[in-house]
């Protein structure tokens, strides 16, 4: 907790960064179960494609009806506490220009006299909808993975708007933590996911150490994960697929597993589907919650 201080910018965008809704609807929580005003918001005509991102019409109590714009907006909390405070970055990931998008709010965050970011993303998996949702918590910086514990990802490859915030972050001195949940791929695109917004935010408590509201999120988690089962219950082939993510995820998580045991629990999926990974799930790699850094 300390490594971050008791400024803590917390961002999450919608988009690539956000499968299951899971990003954005935790900042949503933090958002709705606290008092919070705006710092700054971005120029949507500078970073974002109307064509990509449109402008959407809403209709207000009185029938008046107004266009609202794609944005990115840093807000901050407007009652003082003696613990950590939790600033957000929220928005839409933004087209084009992201160097200076970037270096936008990180100087309004500068400004604001931020001492450490989390930035929170989830991204779809081949894990099972019944276990614990996974959450990779890992950093760039040295101190901050000493201090907090945190991981060090071996990721590469294409990444998203947060990987290019948090670089951007720690080159101005803002130390940077990541949080990544892993929401399984056979329902991350077509539903919001609360349990992986669950897990984010019991995640961002743990490191942070401020209070986290959680609102409703338990029992809709409940429902999600029901909703599944009752789903999975009609289609036998389903079934079998998540059965075959639980012993995977299960043997992946045992204690005594080793090198040697997941490699064996790999292969006998192999050989129970004709020898084509692609269609259920891989050995740890870029998909998989322990190597996220998207």
């Excluded at 947060?162 to 929401?183: C, K, N, Q």
């Excluded at 917004?197 to 809709?220: F, H, I, M, N, S």
């Amino acid at each position: 907790m300390d490594g971050l201080g008791r400024r803590v910018l917390v961002a999450a965008f919608d988009g690539w960064n956000d499968a299951g809704e899971a990003a954005s609807s935790a900042i949503a929580q933090l958002r709705d179960g606290g008092s919070y005003e705006s710092v700054f918001s971005v120029d949507p005509e500078l970073y974002f494609d109307y064509q990509y991102t449109r402008p959407s019409v809403e209709i207000d109590g009185e029938g008046r009806r107004s266009l609202r714009w794609p944005e990115a907006t840093l807000l901050r909390p407007t009652h003082a506490t003696r613990g950590t405070q939790l600033w957000l970055l929220t928005g839409v990931e933004p087209a084009r220009a992201w160097q200076a998008f970037s270096t936008e709010l990180i100087d309004v965050a500068l400004r604001e006299d931020i001492t450490g970011m989390v930035a929170i993303g989830s991204m779809m998996s081949d894990v099972p909808h019944t276990r614990p949702i996974s959450v990779f918590a890992g950093s760039d910086n040295e101190v901050l993975r000493g201090t907090l514990e945190l991981e060090r990802s071996t990721y590469e490859g294409p990444v998203g708007i947060l990987s290019v915030l948090g670089d951007a972050a720690e080159r101005a001195g803002i130390p940077t933590a990541s949080l990544w949940a892993s929401v399984p791929h056979y329902v991350a695109g077509h539903t919001p996911s609360p349990k992986a917004t669950l897990a984010l935010l019991d995640k961002l408590e743990d490191l942070t150490g401020a209070p986290v509201p959680r609102g409703d999120l338990a029992t809709e988690a409940a429902t999600w994960e029901a909703t599944i089962d009752a789903a999975a219950a009609d289609d036998e082939e389903m079934t079998e697929y998540i059965h075959q993510l639980e012993r995977t995820r299960d043997t992946w998580d045992s204690p005594e597993a080793s090198g040697d045991a997941i490699a064996q629990e790999f292969e006998r999926y192999l050989r129970r589907t004709d020898g084509r990974p692609g269609d259920g799930p891989q050995k740890p790699g870029r998909d998989d919650p322990r190597s996220p850094g998207r």
